[in-house]
């Protein structure tokens, strides 16, 4: 069974500039869920793709935004980088039809917008 | 709206020593509790969950008992090592609705030997 990947895992922008992240979910969950952890701090929920469909969405602007292909694979994009959008991006995938809430993560990239 | 707060760190502790981490929650109906650890440089990794009051996690030593009455959900460990030298974050999820999970702040544990 394959966890959660992420890429790239390291990765420099400059302020305005725009950037894709990767995900690929464990084999067999259909749903992956964004999050943001800036330094010192709890990760922050971004949004939550089921099933290629945006599912939920917590409190960032529009500039972020995301896909999730029928493979359940997904990207996140942020357009218009800020420097506070440096942080440790994580996304986790889950499986809610078999009743669990349980969300497994990658390894995160770590974004630095200089 | 759903919170989560945990005991500031950092938490520093010889080896063999008792651990208790404490984590208080506020959400509206009965949310799913977890522990989620994360070494240094790495993501996160689910330590150990409960889903209904009353409910006690467990692994690899740690425990955890969801206390509906006291809103609670303290992580402990009878004997840390060197090895559990990380960061730990408590995190509900709400029953109703999509799944996300919602973070405490986290506490950084340093163990000595």
């Known amino acids: 069974e394959t966890g959660v990947t992420q890429s790239p895992t390291h990765l420099i922008k400059t302020r305005g500039q725009q950037v894709t992240l990767r995900c690929s979910s464990q084999s067999g969950h259909n749903t992956v869920s964004w999050y943001q952890q800036a330094l010192g701090q709890g990760p922050q929920f971004i949004f939550q793709y089921y099933r290629e469909e945006e599912n939920g969405r917590g409190n960032f602007p529009p500039r972020f935004s995301g896909l999730q292909f029928p493979n359940y694979s997904s990207e996140l994009n942020v357009n218009a980088l800020e420097l506070d959008d440096s942080a440790l991006y994580l996304c986790?995938?889950?499986?809610?039809?078999?009743?669990?809430?349980?969300?497994?993560f990658g390894p995160g990239t770590r974004l630095l917008v200089l | 709206g759903d919170s989560v707060t945990q005991m500031e760190g950092p938490v520093t502790l010889s080896e063999e020593a008792f651990l208790t981490i404490n984590c208080t929650y506020t959400?509206?109906?009965?949310?799913?509790l977890f522990w989620y650890v994360q070494y240094p440089g790495e993501g996160l990794q689910l330590l150990l969950k409960a889903t209904k009051a009353d409910d006690k996690g467990s692994n690899k030593g740690f425990e955890a008992t969801y206390r509906k009455e006291t809103t609670s959900f303290h992580l402990e460990k009878g004997s840390v090592q060197v090895s559990d030298s990380a960061v730990y974050f408590c995190?509900?999820?709400?029953?109703?609705?999509?799944?996300?999970?919602?973070f405490g702040t986290g506490t950084r544990l340093l163990v000595s030997p």
């Open positions: 959400a509206t109906g009965y949310p799913s």
């Open positions: 995190a509900l999820s709400p029953r109703a609705g999509f799944q996300k999970l919602v």
């Open positions: 986790a995938s889950s499986l809610p039809a078999d009743g669990q809430e349980t969300q497994y």
